[in-house]
């Protein structure tokens, strides 16, 4: 605390400090000086007054012996008065006889106090003895060679108190003190003119320094700093106007530098843009042609090896019934578990055959289209996992086109793919949602799985392919997970997508 105290000149100005440094001793000597005059008058006068006040008390009990010893106390009085009357510094005198009463007292009606002690003399009666007679009684004639002085003796027959008044003296040392005060007061003026004009000598230029230095951070970096004083303050200004021309120099060659570099990183931009928009149309064009290879093959599939094993299945039928007809032996019974074990071969392949082009080309999404596919899909899956699957939906898909519709339909198979190997799920809701106001197809796939860190964790080959899916559709997709919290895909498909890269 006392640290924080001692330094709260801190957060002061230059100008501010050079002032405080300058009037400081000046102040000092300001205020030394009118104490010590102040205390000089004022021992001056009381020097002056105890002098005064001892040479009155000597000098009045000097001449006021006679008229004490005669009695004639009224001149006396009307003496001491006249004393009084003329002299301001005098406040009282009192004339007291040999017992301490008081004789005479005459006060001043000019002097406004007194000071509390008096100033005394004693009144001294000196009586002389003369022997007129010698020692043997005859008269005494004095001789030249007579060296006997007479007898003296002193008697106090009283004494004289004179109390004096310092308010007048004290007022004409106050006159001169106040002809000191203002002529220090006049150098106290002076000198803090002259410490004002001495820092804002140096605040202007600092000032200037800083505005300049202001200018410059706020991006202006020429400015114009003319050197208008000398020393440290000068070498600054200098300074700043040196490191505004090299500013500029830099930045504009910066400029130059980015604007360049901006150049090459638009047109990369427009590269990578017009090499990624070829990518989507690839991608598209790619899974369109799958798309239809697939649809040919499950067709072949359907068409000709379904026939063909349907042939090879009442074929092996035949046989087993001719084989029934035939009469018992063990050839014939050989024969007849042959015709059944491919009869049961036939059948499942033919039911692999089915699986097959169901996965293929789904027949149910022609038939059903989008909403009767994705319940299907989510039905077997439902039917052969731990896994419990909800499915949600909301408008008419029958509207949509068969582009967007397998495409819709293979990216849901690819989230609920994805649930199936990675999540660890107990239950998932699939939404699709076709909104006609803003023609756009949503969908959202949900599930309680033990979800993953997008910031910590690359993203899966699933999740990239789904990705590359929507965005050659013109659609956008979100993936929000957190570790024990499930995973959730957002997809917003235009409808108007597959006909325009179509």
Not at 272 to 285: C, N, V
Request: with cysteine; hydrophobic share 45%.
């Amino acid at each position: 605390m006392k640290l924080r105290s001692l330094q709260f000149w801190r957060s002061w100005s230059i100008g501010l400090r050079m002032a405080f440094i300058t009037m400081l001793p000046v102040v000092f000597l300001f205020t030394a000086f009118v104490w010590y005059s102040w205390y000089a008058h004022r021992a001056q006068v009381a020097e002056e007054l105890s002098e005064r006040g001892r040479i009155l008390a000597r000098a009045l009990a000097e001449t006021s012996e006679y008229n004490v010893i005669s009695g004639n106390l009224t001149d006396l009085r009307l003496t001491i008065n006249g004393l009084v009357q003329s002299d301001k510094s005098i406040r009282q005198v009192d004339i007291v006889d040999a017992e301490g009463k008081t004789a005479v007292r005459v006060t001043s009606t000019l002097a406004q106090d007194a000071e509390p002690h008096f100033y005394e003399a004693p009144i001294r009666k000196q009586v002389v003895w003369i022997n007129l007679f010698s020692d043997n009684g005859t008269p005494h004639v004095s001789a030249s060679s007579d060296a006997r002085p007479p007898t003296l003796t002193t008697e106090i027959v009283g004494a004289v108190r004179v109390t004096m008044s310092p308010s007048n003296m004290l007022a004409k040392q106050a006159g001169r003190f106040r002809i000191e005060l203002a002529m220090a007061a006049l150098a106290l003026v002076a000198s803090g003119v002259l410490a004002w004009v001495l820092a804002r000598s140096l605040t202007l230029p600092l000032k200037e320094a800083i505005d300049a230095l202001r200018s410059i951070r706020g991006g202006q970096y020429r400015v114009e700093l003319p050197v208008t004083t000398g020393g440290e303050v000068g070498e600054l200004q200098a300074s700043i106007g040196e490191m505004s021309v090299a500013l500029e120099r830099s930045t504009q060659d910066l400029e130059n530098k980015v604007a360049e570099r901006t150049r090459d990183l638009v047109e990369s931009r427009n590269e990578a843009l017009r090499a990624d928009a070829d990518k989507r149309k690839l991608i598209q064009k790619v899974n369109s042609i799958i798309e239809d290879e697939r649809k040919s093959i499950a067709i072949e599939i359907h068409d000709e090896l379904n026939a063909s094993l349907i042939a090879v299945r009442l074929e092996a039928q035949s046989i087993g019934m001719l084989a029934a007809k035939a009469p018992p032996a063990p050839e014939v019974d050989e024969i007849r578990a042959k015709a059944g074990a491919i009869t049961k071969l036939a059948l499942d392949l033919y039911a692999n055959g089915r699986r097959l082009v169901r996965r293929l080309r789904p027949e149910v999404l022609d038939m059903l289209g989008l909403h009767g596919a994705v319940e299907e899909m989510l039905r077997h899956y439902d039917s052969g996992s731990g896994c419990r699957f909800a499915f949600h939906s909301e408008g008419d898909f029958s509207r949509l086109g068969n582009e967007l519709a397998i495409s819709a339909y293979r990216i849901v198979q690819e989230a609920l793919s994805n649930v199936m190997k990675h999540a660890g799920a107990t239950s998932a809701e699939v939404t699709l949602v076709l909104d006609a106001v803003s023609d756009l197809l949503r969908i959202e796939v949900e599930d309680n799985g033990s979800g993953f860190d997008p910031t910590h964790n690359s993203e899966g080959i699933g999740i990239i392919g789904m990705r590359e899916r929507v965005y050659a559709l013109h659609g956008t997709i979100a993936v929000r997970s957190a570790p024990q919290r499930g995973t959730t895909v957002t997809i917003t498909l235009p409808l108007s997508s597959a006909t325009a890269v179509s």
